[in-house]
């Protein structure tokens, strides 16, 4: 019985790894293609490893003029001031629906849940008109402000499950022990909720940091180019005779990644046990 | 909380509430208020917008202010509900979504449970290349595997065609709106199946051994245990991702619009989120355009209705 | 948090470094502060200096040309010239968005030609009638200008045009022992024999009806025709139908494209080991293809480059239904002045520079059909294939300047008729089809 465990441990092993390079596949064919040169990459046999390869793609694509810096600054910009924001109003909101009954709370509820059903690509005519007659076009606050209501009521939502996980009775025993409210909050509730901020952060980040649509709208300048905007230029502009440069674009997108991967690797574990904390609980 | 089930809801919670001064009363709406004002100042005047111009006939002379819109009460509804392209569409993304959060659901549970058999360096080989994945943003995502299933010279076409038998070199996987869709599928699960895979995983490290162990005493068999003891503990877990795996999936738009992008555009192509894009912006019909987004939205709330009502229901 | 807002704000401003002045309370500054508008060229603008945000579609215009507008234009002007290449896949949505915002407005702006009449008839663009003589006049592509007036009122000029051509491979055509044809029925007759032999064939890409549409006209067919009050499309008439059916033939019997290939790959179809299966002889592109064409080779920096060469690459205008020049697809762009602009003395100034001399001649020397025909001569000389270029534009005709058009660009309907008939449906009905789409969407 020992045995048969074992091998089949072993076949498990082998099926794992076998998955995981599928996964991993087009991350390492990105990685892969950016160090190779353009001639290397309009042959029509594939170049599998990156011998000999070069550094010009991204001597190319991090040349000042291409913007990525500024285009970086933008992005990490508006996503950092979304994020705070949409943090701090929805974990309060969370609080107040999830600890409180009170007058109008089933409405909110309820427009919490309906506007996450709202497809936005009508909307941008108004937003544009919006934004512009506040004259904060191509501007970090002027795109945040929308990008803070967009992402707030999913997040509430979200949080709304943690607050509740946490049971009153803690905060209660607390109190009893002489914190005031917001003392045994502060002692008791809020470093039980650290798993659940971090994961309803993350779902925040990524969707501020994919957003194109609106961006392309509300972004015309040169200058406030956030990244996607940035590397989806790069692919359209960066050819040769209308044939896509593949190394320039994949050393663009390597690029675009990679601030995204170190802050997935910091936080990782945290998310997914706050993602089944909030869900088990709530 | 303990309010019992007879009391209204709409009365406070304690009946020392009267005695409670008045800040305590204003404090959840002091804590409601920042982001509903944020709500209104970033969705009030949209959807407001929205709701009104889905009323009138409003087209590029209006955006220009060189012609005043036309109010046509409920003509932009009727066009589209009689419309067989909007109806193909609609259906279209529905398909597409069933499919894609299916095919999710099941390789993420599927995934997690082989993470907990398979020994602790092969899970971890695993859940690093999970995460590289999860970690792409959608842009970049788009682009990589525009070059993996470039017609030309991609690498899948290449690796595909070593099957014997199979020649695909110079296959153009966005030529059939079935492989369109398809490619956008594969896509969308192989981004989406790392934040299943990795949550349900760390659910099932949530059930204990010494259960399991109890169980297997009693003659229990793998399958038994996986229905009796693993799933209801998994299963809240699986309801929320499941869910969000529908809600995205439905609204889906970037990934779409990317790979159009790449191949071809128009309402061959489209689904929901591009077929609205492109009639506002692109045909310049945004009363129509709002008209399509309005009825999305009503007939998300139709489908979703049990489930929020459930929601609202365990809340009291 | 009013702090803190107002940190960021600073930040993006300061992040913004060239954001074009275009906010009224900027331009007033510039006005009072830079009073040095005394070295004009013209003499006649005596208008203080205005900061002008120039957009520009894709990358069409080299970078040496931007440079001289720029540099021209501070000289002149004193103020500062921002230019922004739109791609042509956000240029409607920009437009539509930028133009009617008096406080965001691009002052000058590109706009693709089938796409100006959209625009110009909603009056997004300045009535600039009285520039017209001063610009060119009747020198002007009449076309072109037409495409951007509305009745006699001008409000967008052509910026440059391009026509197509056909480009082959001498070694091939050779191999199978074919000339190069003379009428558009030996296109066919030709590419199908080189393909019958297994050598090559033509790149002829399903969706791609910017080229294919030379055969409707070629039959005397139209797009859609304007009776003095409506537009109404044309698909279905006998001679254009009898040019699909042609274009159909060529694409079933000599096509070496697919289906849903478009003109995106046309520029280099025939190099060497560019299509995998059998390489393609004959394609068509605009004349600056040349500079994709030819012999392959890898530079310094790894970089794949192309270095034409006579003796195995060439080009042909392509022929009539009875030889001659068949009418191509005029491509290119109009240039016009927003309505909406807070700096039209800046903004004519700048449309002073592009249609001067100068400019005119440097869009020839980098292959760019200058808007001007006075500079068709130097064009066809000093432009690589610029005669043929210059032949193929005589007979060019546009897509219709009905209100209408850019909606059917952007849907794609085109597109999606020639793929259906690519596929290998029936002509005649399909184009009844195609015509009710298009007349739903033509009149705007």
Not at chain 3, 187 to 215: C, M
Request: hydrophobic share 50%; glycine share 10%.
């Amino acid at each position: 019985m020992n045995t048969k465990k074992t091998t089949g441990r072993r076949i498990g092993g082998i099926f794992a790894l076998l998955i995981a390079l599928v996964w991993v596949f087009p991350v390492y064919w990105m990685i892969n293609s950016s160090f190779l040169s353009s001639a290397t990459l309009a042959q029509l046999t594939p170049t599998w490893v990156p011998f000999g390869g070069t550094f010009n793609n991204y001597k190319t694509v991090m040349d000042p003029s291409s913007g990525f810096t500024s285009s970086l600054q933008m992005s990490v910009t508006i996503t950092l001031l979304s994020l705070l924001f949409c943090i701090v109003f929805a974990f309060l909101g969370a609080l107040a629906i999830s600890r409180f009954k009170f007058r109008g709370r089933k409405s909110f509820v309820v427009a919490i849940i309906v506007i996450q059903m709202l497809p936005a690509e009508a909307m941008f005519i108004a937003q544009y008109k919006m934004i512009s007659s506040l004259g904060l076009l191509n501007t970090v606050v002027g795109i945040s402000i929308i990008y803070i209501a967009t992402v707030i009521p999913f997040t509430l939502w979200m949080l709304r499950g943690f607050v509740a996980g946490v049971p009153a009775d803690l905060e209660e025993a607390a109190m009893v022990d002489g914190c005031t409210r917001f003392g045994a909050f502060m002692r008791v509730t809020f470093p039980l909720l650290a798993p659940g901020l971090v994961a309803s952060g993350v779902y925040a980040f990524i969707q501020v940091w994919n957003e194109f649509a609106l961006a392309s709208v509300l972004l015309t300048d040169e200058s406030s180019r956030t990244l996607p905007l940035w590397l989806r230029r790069l692919s359209e502009f960066s050819n040769v005779g209308g044939y896509p440069n593949w190394g320039e674009v994949m050393a663009g997108s390597v690029l675009v990644a990679v601030p995204v991967i170190i802050f997935f690797l910091i936080v990782q574990g945290r998310m997914t046990q706050g993602m089944v904390g909030g869900a088990v609980k709530g | 909380m303990t309010t019992p089930a007879m009391t209204p809801s709409r009365l406070d919670d304690s009946p020392a509430v009267s005695k409670k001064p008045l800040g305590k009363i204003l404090l959840p709406y002091l804590l409601v208020l920042p982001a509903l004002v944020a709500l209104l100042v970033g969705m009030g005047y949209p959807l407001g917008w929205q709701v009104f111009n889905s009323f009138r006939e409003y087209g590029l002379a209006a955006q220009f202010g060189t012609a005043s819109p036309e109010w046509v009460w409920f003509e932009n509804y009727t066009t589209l509900l009689s419309d067989g392209t909007f109806w193909f569409i609609l259906v279209k993304s529905i398909v597409f979504m069933a499919i894609t959060a299916s095919m999710t659901m099941i390789l993420g549970i599927g995934l997690a449970l082989l993470m907990k058999a398979v020994s602790r360096w092969a899970r971890l080989t695993l859940q690093i290349a999970m995460l590289l994945a999860w970690a792409m943003p959608i842009v970049a995502q788009m682009t990589v595997w525009g070059w993996l299933i470039d017609k030309r010279n991609g690498v899948i076409n290449y690796v595909l065609s070593w099957i014997p038998g199979v020649d695909l070199i110079g296959h153009d996987w966005l030529v059939n709106p079935i492989t369109f869709y398809g490619i956008g599928s594969t896509i969308i699960v192989w981004a989406s199946v790392p934040f299943v895979a990795l949550s349900v995983y760390a659910a099932l490290t949530q059930v204990s051994s010494e259960v399991k162990e109890a169980a297997s005493l009693d003659g229990a068999s793998g399958w038994q245990m996986l229905r009796r003891i693993t799933m209801p503990i998994i299963r809240p877990v699986i309801t929320i991702l499941f869910l969000l795996q529908l809600i995205w999936d439905l609204r889906v738009y970037a990934q779409i619009r990317l790979l159009q992008d790449f191949g071809a555009g128009g309402t061959k192509y489209d689904l929901l989120g591009t077929y609205i894009y492109s009639l506002g912006i692109g045909q310049n019909q945004f009363g129509l355009a709002s008209a399509a987004a309005m009825i999305v939205m009503f007939f998300t709330i139709g489908l979703s209705w049990y489930y929020v009502r459930q929601l609202l229901k365990e809340d009291n | 948090m009013k702090k803190m807002t107002r940190g960021i704000a600073a930040f993006a401003a300061a992040s913004a470094v060239v954001l074009a002045g275009c906010s009224s309370s900027e331009g007033e500054t510039d006005e009072t502060t830079s009073p040095d508008a005394t070295n004009t060229a013209g003499g006649e603008a005596t208008a203080a200096a205005q900061d002008v945000k120039l957009w520009l579609m894709g990358t069409d215009t080299p970078d040496e040309l931007i440079q001289y507008l720029k540099d021209t234009y501070a000289a002149d002007n004193g103020g500062t010239l921002t230019v922004e290449q739109i791609g042509w896949g956000d240029a409607i949505s920009s437009l539509t968005t930028s133009l009617p915002d008096s406080a965001n407005t691009p002052d000058v702006t590109e706009v693709g030609n089938t796409q100006a009449a959209t625009f110009t008839t909603v009056g997004a663009f300045m009535d600039i009638t009285d520039m017209y003589e001063e610009l060119g006049g009747d020198d002007l592509l009449q076309g072109f200008v037409e495409a951007g007036s509305v009745g006699d009122t001008v409000y967008a000029l052509p910026y440059y045009f391009g026509s197509r051509m056909v480009w082959y491979r001498k070694d091939l055509y050779a191999e199978g022992g074919v000339d190069v044809p003379t009428t558009l029925a030996e296109v066919t007759e030709v590419n199908a024999s080189l393909k019958e032999q297994e050598i090559a064939g033509a790149y002829v890409p399903g969706q791609d009806w910017r080229d294919g549409i030379s055969w409707i006209f070629a039959n005397g067919g139209d797009i859609a025709t304007f009776d003095g009050s409506q537009w109404a499309s044309a698909l279905s008439s006998d001679e254009s139908v009898e040019g699909m059916k042609q274009w159909q033939e060529l694409f079933t019997t000599a096509s070496v494209a697919s289906v849903t290939d478009d003109d995106s790959s046309a520029y280099q179809a025939i190099n060497d080991d560019f299509l995998p299966g059998l390489p393609a002889a004959t394609t068509m592109a605009p004349n600056w293809a040349f500079w994709s064409l030819g012999d392959l080779s890898e530079n310094d920096e790894g970089e794949q480059v192309a270095t034409w060469n006579d003796e195995t690459f060439g080009a042909y205008v392509l022929p009539g239904v009875d030889g001659g020049v068949a009418p191509v697809f005029a491509g290119g762009s109009n240039i016009g002045i927003s309505a909406a602009t807070q700096n039209v003395e800046g903004a004519k100034q700048l449309m002073q520079i592009i249609f001067s001399d100068d400019y005119q001649l440097m869009l020839a020397e980098n292959g760019l059909g200058p808007a001007n025909t006075t500079f068709g001569e130097t064009y066809a000389e000093v432009a690589a294939m610029g005669d043929l270029s210059l032949q193929a534009a005589e007979s060019a005709k546009l897509t219709p300047a009905a209100p209408g058009w850019a909606s059917i660009e952007e849907q794609q309907i085109l597109e999606q008729y020639f793929a259906a008939v690519a596929e290998g449906g029936d002509v005649a009905s399909l184009a009844v089809e195609y015509d009710e789409k298009i007349n739903s969407l033509i009149n705007g």
